[in-house]
């Protein structure tokens, strides 16, 4: 899964630990996801989304190889 979380969230002017403060995770578990080593339950998109005055859909997409079923 792509997702545009550092930029957005620079564009915020937040640093992980504040985003992760404000919904409630760790920094790592921030600094995960946007290296994409994590992908976030549908209700974390949402909070981070809220917190950054964005759509989950503008922060997270699907890539090509997310479609396969081995996944």
Do not use: C
Not at 31 to 60: C, H, Q, W
């Amino acid at each position: 899964m792509k997702n545009l979380l550092k930029l957005e969230r620079a564009r915020n002017n937040m640093t992980q630990a504040e985003l992760a403060t404000k919904v409630n995770v760790s920094r790592q578990t921030i600094n995960s996801i946007e290296i994409g080593r994590y992908v976030p339950s549908t209700m974390l998109a949402f909070k981070i989304a809220f917190v950054l005055d964005t759509k989950v859909d503008a922060l997270f997409s699907l890539e090509e190889g997310d479609w396969d079923s081995a996944n």
